[in-house]
T-cell receptor, first 115, second 113 residues
């Protein structure tokens, strides 16, 4: 069974500061990994995905994540937070090459950006 | 192009009732998946349909069922509603079964009272 653990249900940063959202995964096979963002009362928007190409993945809105197999981690970062980044962020894992759309999500991290 | 369309956006039902939620995928997408997101939690996989056949099912009771139509739209049905079924129900579509990343709709917010 696959799973992801997001460390910290709430993260608060100042505008302009580094954003670091943590995600660790568990998978018996090489995984596909994803980060999604969810704004209030909206669906999920894909930020970025890892599918075994480059270990450093760049996404939309200045976000990036690095796949580290030795640490089973896929942490999300952004060099400088903006007020518009305030939202909930979900890490997700899926079987490499299996099962189509089945994603297993973490419990989410609520990001607060303060002036 | 229109994205994934879900209807209704909100609804309120009484315990014991039945509900049908609808999803229209992106044009050309043949796979639809359903997720349940309870407040404060991450989405949980319910079903995946591809070419009108069920291709995956999550750990949900038989009160939950779904189907996919020839035009690839989909319905999720929940019978004998419980208070715990209150959640945001998300639909995701993708071009095919092997395409992992889906595009999500904005969801249907179901409240059971």
């Amino acid at each position: 069974a696959q799973s992801v653990t997001q460390l910290g249900s709430h993260v608060s940063v100042s505008e302009g500061a580094l954003v670091l959202l943590r995600c660790n995964y568990s998978s018996s096979v090489p995984p596909y990994l994803f980060w999604y963002v969810q704004y209030p009362n909206q669906g999920l928007q894909l930020l970025l995905k890892y599918t075994s190409a480059a270990t450093l993945v760049k996404g939309i809105n200045g976000f990036e994540a690095e796949f580290k197999k030795s640490e089973t981690s896929f942490h999300l970062t952004k060099p400088s937070a903006h007020m518009s980044d305030a939202a909930e962020y979900f890490c997700a894992v899926s079987d490499r090459g299996g099962g189509g759309n089945k994603l297993t999500f973490g419990t989410g991290t609520q990001l607060k950006v303060e002036l | 192009d229109a994205g994934v369309t879900q209807s209704p956006t909100h609804l309120i039902k009484t315990r014991g009732q039945q509900v049908t939620l609808r999803c229209s995928p992106i044009s050309g997408h043949k796979s639809v998946s359903w997720y349940q997101q309870v407040l404060g939690q991450g989405p949980q996989f319910i079903f995946q349909y591809y070419e009108k056949e069920e291709r995956g099912r999550g750990n949900f009771p038989d009160r939950f069922s779904a189907r996919q139509f020839p035009n690839y739209s989909s319905e999720l049905n929940v019978n004998a509603l419980l208070l715990g079924d209150s959640a945001l129900y998300l639909c995701a579509s993708s071009p095919g079964q092997g395409k992992v990343v889906g595009t999500f709709g904005s969801g249907t917010r179901l409240t059971v009272v």
